[in-house]
């Protein structure tokens, strides 16, 4: 898949759910212990949201870092913005 495509996937996903979270592993099985602690504070906070497992897709890691112009996972997305990683969670939380 090209840049342009994975673009597009990334923008399609951010239309149709609220909050996204590109994350490594699932909310069930989160491979990074930043994925683990987003699922948890999600979780406690009772905030539903749509995940990306990034690990199974190496290209969409990649798309993303060009389209955040950020290195880190997860990454959180907030009707269709970048608002952040998991050091940014509790301040995203006050606006969900």
């Known amino acids: 898949m090209g840049q342009d495509q994975y673009a597009s996937r990334i923008r399609q996903e951010l239309k ?3 909050l996204v979270v590109f994350m490594k592993g699932t909310p069930a099985q989160p491979r990074c212990a930043f994925s683990a602690a987003a699922a948890e504070k ?3 906070a009772g905030v539903s949201y749509k995940s990306v497992d990034i690990l ?3 290209s969409l890691r ?4 060009r389209y955040t112009n950020c290195m880190h996972f997860p990454q959180i997305f ?3 913005r970048f608002v952040g990683t998991t050091d ?3 301040g995203i939380l ?3």
């Not at 990649?62 to 870092?65: E, F, H, I, P, T």
């Open 88 to 90: 940014q969670l509790p």
């Open 94 to 96: 006050k606006k969900v």
């Open 56 to 58: 199974s897709d190496p």
């Open 16 to 18: 149709d759910n609220h």
């Open 42 to 44: 999600l979780k406690n």
């Open 78 to 80: 907030m009707d269709g």
């Open 62 to 65: 990649d798309g993303l870092r």
